[in-house]
């Protein structure tokens, strides 16, 4: 694993997750009022469309770069989620407690957090882009959840 990702970790495990959901502070972004409509936001297919195409396009422009580095993707996904799934599950745990959040909730966390990892570990060939934006709102303390509008014109829906 290399060093971006371990520090991009490191972040991560440093900061408080999810103690400003319900809080606006940026007109960037659309705020949502509860996770009831946060979890219904992350789980739509919209929002699970957009992540698994930003996911797709990301890949793509690794192997358009550098073919040869991009084979090491399924190995540095085994390796990197032996470190996020901890640190998910950690970082989770006291909100789904608290607010019976379905595994779902979790499983969309954890996919976020892997594949912010995956545009660490590859940013020497392409920049992070759309799980680095994320990041920014997990380390504030919020959720991202959604995209309002036709992407990339639109807004990040955050709780």
């Known amino acids: 694993m290399h060093q971006r990702t371990i520090a991009t970790l490191t972040e991560l495990e440093s ?3 999810f103690v400003n959901v319900g809080k606006r502070d940026s007109d960037h972004v659309v ?7 946060a979890i219904k936001s992350c789980m739509g297919e919209p929002w699970e469309s957009l992540c698994q ?4 396009q990301y890949r793509t422009r690794l192997i358009e770069r550098d073919k040869l580095r ?3 993707w ?3 996904v085994r390796e990197i989620k032996g470190n996020t799934v901890p640190l998910v599950l950690n970082k989770t745990k006291k909100v789904v407690d608290a607010n019976q959040l379905p595994k779902g909730f979790i499983d969309t966390v954890q996919w976020d957090i892997l594949h912010l990892c995956m545009e660490a570990e590859y940013a020497d060939i392409f920049p ?3 799980f680095g934006s994320q990041a920014f709102w997990y380390i504030k303390g919020y959720f991202p959840c959604g995209w309002e509008g ?4 639109g807004k990040l829906v955050v709780f």
């Open 74 to 76: 399924n190995l540095l």
């Open 128 to 130: 992070p882009g759309f």
């Open 53 to 56: 195409e930003a996911v797709n």
């Open 31 to 37: 705020f949502l009022t509860g996770w009831d409509e």
């Open 15 to 17: 900061k408080n997750w």
């Open 70 to 72: 991009f084979r090491d």
């Open 150 to 153: 036709k992407f990339p014109n």
